[in-house]
């Protein structure tokens, strides 16, 4: 076995599995318990530096000490042998070469995400999706057929499969509808579009059919008070997307737009895009008549005003355009 830095080589036949964080846990009670080597591996499993020598000792374990014929992938936020980092996922990947003169090396992968949370407050609220939904990272293990790091487009999900999978009441780890779903049908009274069209969880119905990233949406929470608290419970929508290109111009997320009411979407985590930059170019065209938040703050560009200021992540807004031919 070769071990360079974040660079893994082994020089035997084997087979590609993954092991995920319970997998890791597992591994770690049967190696303190049998092997006695578990302990030295959970003492030294937030030093990024010492990660090389532990996979080496790990893997010539189980080689030795299993029947496995098999060498795993190692994904850095699931892995607790190294430290977590928000904003990157990295990827060693191990190559399997019989050779013993040839030896491939593979270079790390390294892929960028971003995570964004957002609380709703209750009653009706406007809400839009900011991050990448063709490239949406799943952060646990409820969805039917998918698991913790995989990457789903949403795009090509209805709007119900969204929110059942990123909606939590207060400091859950597991998301509403599958911690509680006579609690979700509850809290997520109901949801609109621009067209009207409803999901009602009470109903098991989503006439509004797929979710769109640069739409906004209308919802009503109806969170349940706290009598321990005193407060009523806050409703949360959470998400983890692969890095991609912000949107912080309405023109460019070239959507079509008649004389009328839209709700509008905001694909950016970027809290400095003022409300006025954002639609700019269709004030110059003299196509919009007010543009409205969830507190009815306004902006009017008659009167060169600008009630809302910046843009926030996560939220959706109310536009009324006209002179639209």
Partial sequence: MIVES??????????????????????????????NLGVELLSKKSTAVNFPFILETYLETLLETTELNTIASFVSDSNPFVPYQEEEVTIIDVVIDDDEEEV???????????TFSYAFPRGWSFF???????????????MEGKSIGDVVDFTQLGIDEFIKNHFYLNDSS????????????????????????????????NGIGNISQYEGYQIKSMTPYNNTLNQYGILHFKMKSILSSSINNLTLTNQTYNNGWYFIGFKS?????????????????????????????????????????????????QIKFKNIL
Avoid: R
């Fill in 6 to 35: 974040n660079k893994i080589v082994v020089k035997n036949s084997f087979k590609n599995i993954q092991l995920d964080l319970n997998t890791y846990k597992k591994i770690n009670q049967d190696l303190v318990s049998k092997y």
């Fill in 104 to 114: 491939e090396e593979v270079e790390e992968v390294i892929t960028e995400t971003q």
């Fill in 174 to 205: 597991i998301p509403l509808f599958y911690m509680n779903l006579s609690l979700y049908i509850e809290v997520v009274f109901a949801i609109k579009n621009t067209a009207g069209a409803v999901y009602k969880p009470e109903w098991n119905f």
């Fill in 128 to 142: 839009s999706v900011p991050l990448d939904l063709t490239q949406v990272v799943m952060t646990h293990n409820y």
């Fill in 269 to 317: 985590i970027s809290t400095n895009v003022s409300a006025i930059e954002y639609i700019q170019d269709y004030i110059d065209q003299d196509k919009i008549v007010i543009m409205k938040n969830s507190l009815a703050a306004v902006v009017l560009p008659e009167y060169d005003f600008n009630g809302i200021g910046n843009i926030v992540p996560g939220e959706g807004y």
